[in-house]
């Protein structure tokens, strides 16, 4: 019942994001037709506008947006003019949703051990190299772990490609420099997570039991301990699939990082409120699927 | 009371005694203890001198301030001074290498780390003010206010926090641009009409001597012009940038025209400076003002005035800082909302705050004197871990260009400018390594600190 009326209300939440992010990007000064340095001229700027309705009044404007997008169309690119966001998306999203999803099962497949053996070790020589391993990580970030790895494995060695998208080779260092953060935020969370775990009664109730060492660990523990990495891996996932853009400027990638940056410097108002309703709506399921998947994981936890 | 003496000392003993005076709250041990009674801050203490590593970064944060803060007199090498020696090694001349320009590495990275410290703590900071505020009060109000507060909270987590970031540090800058600007714009005629008339008829020599000065095309329109009420919008336009235009000149008026205008105080102090460059603009604006007062606007008020002389000082760095400062606080006060006002609505149903309000403490009282003093390690902690967090948010900006921008520089630039040199060419390696280093220790530091801080003053985590 509870998941049924957030379900109802997630249209209605976007709604309200998209007017909002509609509103938002027009108190930037400027507009999507100035050049680089120098406004558009008066007479370019009043056709344009006229074109493309920024003449209207707000209102008139952003019901018309609605009603573009109850068919699907989130509208005309204002500054790459011959496209419309829904090309643009359509291009770049399958290939940031490869990369943040690989990055993604990096995060989580180097995080997760790391965190459950440092946990499990607590206090010995394996949890300190692996907790400092871990909080590296979350210290170097993207925009230096990228460059570095370029350096020493694409121009130096020649092991991997310096840039661009293709060979599953070339998406190596990409997934390693967007992930490496994470797997580190993620092993930290983990680590905590088991460690508040094996310190609750019920595991000592399962080892009074006579269960063995592995059974208590990955049956008893780890469905309760993975908790906060699952309620951390929702954003991190809808961050991850709409792009990054210090990754995608540094491999040359043709995905939709780059222009979540550019189409806000550009004011290209409705590339960002498509790209703004992307990721929220992204967000809002994944949350959505975090609070499932804790009632499945911890027994304790009901809805209402 | 026994659940009231779970809390930390001097609340317990407070609550507890009720109506007894404050003074002797901290006297009274709330348990028989067999050794000297602590306070709960230097329990807190000890048991963090007992955290080696914690305590080396808190050392080591503190050596990083110094250098920052007192280093770059002592070099030999100014920040932005120039030379031929580009793309130096990192040796004995330059610990860290040079740059594009031959400028030494090492002081532009203490400078640069001088700016990424200070937008973190007051970014930080920032976070701090709103979030506390904005969490204690939805966690104290609860109901309505609390499910409105939190709603906008959600909302504001699930736009892409750069896209905010951005809209908001340009925002920020147009509007300060703006009022800092002394040209002419629409809204600045109060009466164009008026303006206009005066400018195709009036015999005043004021008028007479701007007329000269107008464009061909310009004086012509202005000769067709009716006297129609409102003037038409291309017209006003027009007029503004034809003003705009003769604003720039030094020479727009000499002493015979200024005589006959009757000058506010501002205007003729600056008028007797004869001021030079950018100043000139402003004086012409204030004389025609002055000229003209019942049809132009006076763009200036004491509140423009503030601002600008107060955040555009002659580098410009600080106003990029402030946007930063208020646009990074913007985007990182969401989680400390939620933190504060989690632990505010726990809190909220305890017994000592009930006691306090039978006492018949105010709202007020009871937060800041009762609610917030029990949620400040979990504050503490959350800020030691936000520094590092808006530091490296700054550098994300910075390496897009849109936080410090050049010739100053902050760390994330820096690096910015060294992964722009790594080409299959060539290596520069310490233009990347140096400034990286520097910023990954520090933000290191600031982790583990966070972390001993954690063991030590969150009730929730274990010993």
Sequence with gaps: MHFLRRLVFLPLLLLVISFLAFLFVRLAPGGPFDRDRAPASPEIKRHLDAKFHLDEPLGRQYWRYLADLARGDFGPSLKYRNHSVNDIIKQGLPVSMTLGALAFGFALGVGIPLGFATAVRRGEWPDHVGSLLALLAVCVPGFIIGPLLVMALAVQWRVFPVALWGSPLHAVLPTVALGLYFAGRIARLMREGMSHTLAEPFITTARAKGLSHTAVLLKHAFRLAVLPVVSYAGPLLADLLTGSFVVENLFQIPGIGVFMVNSSLNRDYTMVVGLVLLYAALLLVLNLVVDLSYSFLDPRVKYE | MSEAGKHRGSQAARTGNGAAPETRANSQPAAPAPRPFLSPNQRAWRRFRQNRLALICGVYLLVVVVIVLFGPPLSPYRPLATSDAQF????????????????????????????????????????????????????????????????????????????????????????????????????????????????????????????????????????????????????????????????????????????RIQLRAKTRRLWQQKPEGQAIVRLNRLLLEDAYPSRIARGETWLTVAVTTVFTPKSGATTEMLFLFVGLGAVSWLTMARIVRGQVLSLRARQFVEASRALGATHLRILFRHILPNVTGVIIVYLTLTVPSVVLYESFLSYLGLGIKPPQASLGSLIAEGAAEINPIRIYWWMLVCPGLLLATTLLAFNFVGDGLRDVLDPRSDK
């Design chain 2, 88 to 259: 130096q090694p990192p040796a004995w001349d330059h610990w860290c290498g040079t740059d594009v320009h031959g400028r030494d590495l090492l002081v532009r990275m203490l400078y640069g780390a001088r700016i990424s410290l200070l937008v973190g703590l007051v970014g930080a900071g920032v976070s701090l003010g709103i979030g506390v505020l904005w969490g204690s009060v939805a966690g104290y109000a609860g109901g309505r206010w609390d499910s409105l507060l939190m709603r906008l909270v959600d909302i504001l987590y699930s736009l892409p926090s750069i896209i905010f970031v951005i809209v908001l540090i340009t925002t920020l800058e147009g509007v300060l641009s703006k009022w800092s600007s002394p040209r002419l714009e629409l809204s600045d005629f109060r009466d164009a009409a008026g303006l206009l008339v005066a400018f195709r008829d009036s015999q005043d020599p004021i008028s007479q001597d701007l007329r000269t000065r107008f464009s061909e095309s310009f004086r012509k329109d202005l000769a067709a012009y009716d006297g129609a009420q409102p003037p038409a919008e291309p017209l006003q336009r027009d007029l503004a940038q034809e003003l705009d235009r003769l604003l720039d000149r030094p020479d727009l008026f000499d002493d015979a025209l200024v005589k």
